[in-house]
């Protein structure tokens, strides 16, 4: 079946920085576009980063741009978030997800995601 493991959440002082990663298991992931989304508390998911199967192409949502970096580890299917010069308005639960129908083309819809992790807490105090 395959599933995604989120990590490297927590509490972090605005102007503070995070990594997140996304760790596959069970099947890989290592050739398709994978996304990281986020949900803040009373809001819907929204998107926040994307990148190809083999990283040639990365798209980030206008609030992060310049802030967060999108990468990945094929050989370990990893895929991870660098969250640099944070903001309270970023706390929110990231999930990370697979889009197995696309390898190098992005989308940003929550629907053509099929694999979800569980998601891990970022909180940023100010």
């Known amino acids: 079946q395959g599933y995604l493991v989120e990590s490297g959440g927590g509490l972090v002082q605005a102007g503070g920085s995070l990594r997140l990663s996304c760790a596959a298991s069970?099947?890989?992931?290592?050739?398709?576009?994978m996304g990281w989304f986020r949900q803040a508390p009373g809001k819907e998911r929204e998107f926040v980063a994307a990148?190809?199967?083999?990283?040639?192409?990365?798209y980030y949502a206008g609030s992060v741009k310049g802030r967060f970096a999108i990468s990945r580890d094929n050989s370990d299917d990893t895929v991870y978030l660098e969250m640099n010069s944070l903001k309270p308005e970023d706390t929110a639960v990231y999930y990370c997800?697979?889009?197995?129908?696309?390898?190098?083309?992005?989308?940003?819809?929550?629907?053509?995601?099929?694999?979800w992790g569980q998601g891990t807490q970022v909180t940023v105090s100010s």
């Open positions: 997800a697979a889009d197995t129908t696309r390898h190098t083309t992005i989308i940003t819809t929550l629907r053509d995601y099929d694999y």
């Open positions: 069970g099947r890989t992931f290592r050739t398709y576009t």
């Open positions: 990148i190809s199967g083999r990283g040639g192409n990365r």
